[in-house]
């Protein structure tokens, strides 16, 4: 870990790192104020270059440095839930020379790291999950009698609507001889404002009286209440954190924060206060459309043809493209907060209610919701569609935002149909014939990148589009979705090379389409193209159902490997797993020369399958 010496606070914000944890702790109180300063000047200098997430580390920084200076991190474990509130820890356990990388390929992630510093104990950027990593640590410190070691939990009001989270409470505030310390974060906000009835009884406990807070909801379930505390005073900050560890029992300590702290910018937006902020763009960026935003327009116009069109989101009506429909239909949008097993079984009410439900999540959050999407919607055919966004690689968010599983756990679920959209027209036209779909649930997937031109059909059969044919039927290309772009340019190079290729679109891409098995047995070779990892994806379909017709065409899956991938650019992670146009060509190439198809992150046991 880097060790930089404590600036004075007579000097300019640093450019290395503010502080390390022995200079910190032994840093007088007063200094505290303009050692706050410095790190927020820091944090806007940085992550207005680089993008990343502004808003929340601004209202955490006096919190976190009240945190380490009360606690002896690694020995005792502080777990942040969710980790885009960790960046202010990564600074003052020696990674701030580093913020120049932030969210770059090679660079420092954007959450939590165990590969970077042994003070990040969880990789945790999916809401609502600390409180149990919490318990179970403090059971193992427990039973290896390592009692002195504290654990603490820090959790925004957000993640705390999570019904993960209560789940941990329950079992946290059972156990009163095994102290876990519950920082609750409660700035009013996840993206937007926090809505329900925890979201009241926050506000009922910051303005009530000192006997209304000494009986509340956290004391009835067994934990004691401390707070509330000014998230912004870092000597009440420790006063409390202090009492809290002396209390050798369940403690919730209520830190009132500002999200978007000190920088006026993140205060004033209406939105999220700049919960995230993109990189700097360069001197030629031009305007751009992204798919988020043609799917918010889309679902508005069809709220105004369709009115059983209701929408759901957990805690995400922006970044999901739902802020327009909640704008115009107020009556019709749902926010849940962060619960996404909740919306889907709610959809799946609103549904038999006689209402076609729209879930829009992000696609690595579909996941958390597996079973209520096969039990509770499938199993009873519910009209749901599901919109899942930042499908396949996302980029800079890394290995627990990439959505490179929703196929492979979509395609085991009986009788939902799956889109996925090439271009902003086809986007309309999908998402039209879903929620017009009455005999069970669908789903569209898209990516977060922008939008491309749109990619006209030279032919449709059925729900396929055919986008080039050139000679004979050497070789089907099936893309899914955006990667249409880069196979088409990958078959126009094998045009050059005198072998016959054909493109098809198969727009519902599962159940596998009938025309594109009889296009595909028509063909000598076929090769599928999905962001989405091989195991068990679209490409596995589509080889199982073409067997199953009993044709003998071989069938080459490429996709994304079995494996965590990194955070970097979608683009440059496109190319590195062989899905931008060179990859595709060349693995064509290959197979139509009989050799295996080549994946460097394949471990020898998929190999040797």
Request: a neutral charge; hydrophobic letters at 40%; charged letters at 20%.
């Amino acid at each position: 870990m880097t060790s930089v010496a404590l600036p004075s606070s007579s000097e300019e914000p640093p450019t290395a790192a503010p502080t390390d944890l022995l200079a910190l702790r032994s840093l007088p109180d007063t200094d505290l104020p303009a050692l706050a300063d410095r790190i927020r000047s820091l944090l806007v200098d940085k992550v207005t270059a680089a993008g990343g997430h502004l808003g929340p580390n601004l209202g955490v920084v006096e919190l976190t440095l009240a945190l380490y200076r009360v606690f002896d991190s690694p020995r005792d474990t502080i777990v942040f839930d969710t980790g885009h509130q960790a960046y202010v820890s990564k600074m003052v356990t020696g990674r701030t020379d580093a913020f120049d990388s932030l969210r770059q390929a090679g660079g420092l992630s954007g959450y939590p790291s165990r590969t970077e510093s042994a003070h990040d104990v969880v990789e945790n950027s999916h809401a609502s999950t600390a409180l149990s990593y919490a318990d179970g640590l403090a059971k193992a410190r427990q039973l290896n009698r390592e009692q002195d070691r504290a654990v603490v939990a820090v959790i925004g009001d957000g993640a705390m609507t999570g019904g993960m989270a209560w789940e941990a409470l329950n079992n946290i505030g059972a156990a009163p001889a095994r102290p876990v310390i519950v920082v609750l974060n409660d700035n009013g906000r996840s993206y937007a404002p926090t809505h329900g009835a925890l979201a009241a009884h926050l506000q009922a406990l910051k303005t009530g009286t000192p006997s209304r807070r000494s009986r509340n909801l956290f004391t009835d379930l067994g934990f004691a209440y401390l707070g509330p505390v000014n998230g912004h005073d870092t000597a009440a900050l420790q006063q409390a954190l202090k009492k809290a560890r002396a209390a050798q029992r369940p403690v919730v300590v209520h830190v009132l924060t500002v999200k978007g702290k000190g920088y006026a910018p993140a205060e004033s937006d209406p939105a999220d206060c700049l919960h995230a902020v993109g990189p700097a763009p360069g001197p030629s960026a031009g305007k751009s459309v992204s798919w988020t935003s043609v799917f918010g327009e889309a679902l508005v116009d069809l709220g105004h043809r369709h009115d059983e069109v209701v929408a759901l989101t957990a805690a995400m009506a922006g970044p999901t493209g739902l802020s327009a429909f909640a704008a115009a239909f107020p009556d019709r949008c749902f926010d849940v907060g962060i619960a996404e097993q909740h919306a889907v079984t709610s959809a799946a009410g609103l549904a038999m209610g006689g209402l076609h439900p729209v879930v829009a999540v992000y696609a690595t959050f579909l996941s958390r919701a597996f079973d209520q999407t096969l039990m509770d919607v499938a199993l009873h055919r519910m009209p749901v569609t599901f919109v899942l966004d930042r499908a396949g690689i996302t980029g800079p968010d890394g290995a627990s935002h990439h959505g490179m599983w929703d196929l492979t756990l979509l395609g085991a679920v009986p009788g939902l149909r799956v889109a996925v959209p090439r271009d902003a027209t086809r986007m309309r036209e999908l998402l039209t014939e879903a929620v017009t779909w009455g005999k069970g649930p669908t789903a569209l997937r898209f990516p977060k990148a922008t939008v491309g031109p749109d990619i006209d059909a030279a032919r449709r059969d059925g729900c396929v589009d055919i986008l080039y044919t050139h000679g004979s039927r050497d070789v089907l290309l099936v893309p899914t979705g955006p990667l249409a772009a880069p196979a088409l340019q990958a078959a126009r190079n094998l045009s050059q090379q005198g072998i016959g290729v054909t493109v098809a679109d198969p727009r519902w891409i599962l159940p596998t389409p009938p025309e594109l098995l009889h296009l595909a047995a028509r063909h000598r070779l076929v090769v599928t193209v999905e962001d989405n990892t091989r195991s068990g994806g679209f490409g596995t379909a589509v080889a199982r159902d073409l067997a199953d017709t009993g044709s003998t065409v071989p069938v080459r899956t490429l996709g994304l490997p079995h494996a965590f991938l990194p955070h970097g650019t979608r683009s440059g992670l496109l190319d590195a797993t062989g899905l931008g146009p060179n990859g595709i060509l060349h693995a064509v190439l290959r197979a139509r020369a009989g050799n295996a198809h080549h994946d460097p992150h394949l471990s020898p046991q998929e190999k040797r399958t």
